[in-house]
C-alpha cells in the first residue's frame, strides 16, 4: 500500500495526480484498479477525475511492480517483430498474430504484443523517455488483428474516451461452422461473466450480473458447412463474438472454448478463425487527429481467402 498527504496548492484531478506519482502505471490500469476499490481519497472511492486538494490523503492498494523491469527486461526480451500499419507522433495502429498476448501486466511474459511495438520504437530510435506507448484495447490471445496504441499520455485518454464512447467502429472477420440464418442480422442479448471457468454465457433474455451486447453480422462468403462473415461490435465485452455465434448454433471455427472440438481438430486449426481487420474513426481533433475520418484494414487472414476461394470446407 502507498499513501500520500496531497501538498498541492491547488486541487488537481485525481488521474493527473497518479500520473505524476506512478507514470508507471496506465489511466487504463487505474481504471482497473478503481473498480477493484484500490484507489481510495479519505478513506473513499471516488471517480478518477475527482478534483483533490492538499490534506487529502490518497492511498493505493496497488501490487508491487519494479520500475526497472517494466523499463528495460520485459520489452528489451520481446522479439524484435512488429508490423506497423500506422504511426505518427501520437499514436500507433499494429498488427497482433494469433497466438501472442496483448499484454500481461504481471510482467511473467516478455514476448507480448504490446513488448514488441516498446521494441519496434526503441529499435527505430523513436521510443520517448517521458512515456512508455501503452495499447488501449485488447485481443484474445487466439485472436489476430490490428490494436490501438497510445505514444503519449494525452493520446492515451483520447483513445481511451473513445472507445468507451463507442465511438471507433470496430469490425472483424470470422469463420463460422454452419451457415447462419438471416445472412446478415443485428443480435442482441446479454453476456454474463463466469470468471471461475474464465468463460461468459449468453442469455436472451435481461438477467442478474448480464450486459447487454449488440452483435451485426452478414455473411460474406460460403463453403461447405462454413461461412465467413464480417462482424460489427455494436458493443465489446469479453469473447462477445465468440460466445454469441455459439449461441446461435455457428460457433467460431478453431474455437477451443466456444466450438466444436472435432470440426476444429479436423481442420488442424490451432486458433480461432477471428481478426480484427478494420478500425474506423470519426472526425477528431486533439492529439489523435491523424486518425480523423480515417479507416485501417489489414489483409484478410488466410481462412478468410479459403473460404471465398472455396478451399477450405
Not at 506507448?133 to 484474445?140: A, G, I, S, Y
Not at 479436423?266 to 475520418?293: D, H, I, N, V, W
Amino acid at each position: 500500500m502507498k499513501e500520500w498527504i496531497v501538498r498541492d496548492q491547488t486541487p488537481i484531478r485525481l488521474d493527473r495526480f497518479f500520473s505524476r506519482e506512478l507514470p508507471e502505471v496506465s489511466y487504463g490500469t487505474l481504471q482497473q484498479y478503481l473498480r477493484q476499490n484500490k484507489l481510495k481519497v479519505n478513506g473513499k472511492k471516488v471517480p478518477l477525475s475527482t478534483r483533490i486538494q492538499a490534506g487529502d490523503i490518497v492511498r493505493a492498494y496497488l501490487p508491487q511492480v519494479s520500475k526497472e523491469k517494466v523499463h528495460t527486461d520485459a520489452w528489451l526480451n520481446a522479439k524484435p517483430i512488429f508490423s506497423c500499419l500506422y504511426e505518427d507522433d501520437e499514436v500507433m495502429i499494429g498488427y497482433k498474430p494469433a497466438g501472442i498476448l496483448t499484454l500481461d501486466e504481471s510482467e511473467k511474459t516478455s514476448d507480448t504484443f504490446q513488448n514488441r511495438a516498446r521494441r519496434f520504437l526503441h529499435d527505430n530510435q523513436r521510443l520517448s523517455d517521458d512515456y512508455l506507448p501503452r495499447v488501449c484495447h485488447r485481443l484474445d490471445t487466439g485472436t489476430s488483428g490490428l490494436i490501438l496504441i497510445a505514444k503519449t499520455e494525452q493520446a492515451e485518454h483520447q483513445l481511451l474516451s473513445l472507445i468507451r464512447g463507442r465511438s471507433i467502429q470496430k469490425q472483424y472477420l470470422c469463420v463460422t461452422f454452419g451457415h447462419p440464418k438471416p445472412e446478415a442480422c443485428t443480435m442482441e442479448a446479454y453476456l454474463v461473466k463466469d470468471a471461475q471457468n474464465s468463460r461468459v454465457r449468453i442469455a436472451l433474455q435481461a438477467c442478474k450480473g448480464g450486459q447487454k451486447i449488440i452483435t451485426a453480422y452478414r455473411t460474406l462468403a460460403r463453403s461447405g458447412a462454413l461461412a465467413l462473415l464480417e462482424v460489427t461490435l455494436v458493443t465489446g465485452r469479453t469473447h462477445q463474438i465468440r460466445a454469441h455465434m455459439a449461441s446461435i448454433g455457428c460457433p467460431v471455427l478453431g474455437d477451443g472454448k466456444y466450438g466444436i472440438e472435432k470440426e476444429n481438430r479436423l481442420r488442424r486449426m490451432k486458433y480461432q478463425a477471428l481478426c480484427a481487420y478494420r478500425l474506423t474513426f470519426p472526425a477528431l481533433e486533439g492529439p489523435c487527429s491523424g486518425l480523423s475520418e480515417k479507416t485501417f484494414t489489414c489483409d484478410f487472414p488466410w481462412y478468410a481467402q479459403q473460404i471465398m476461394e472455396g478451399t477450405l470446407l
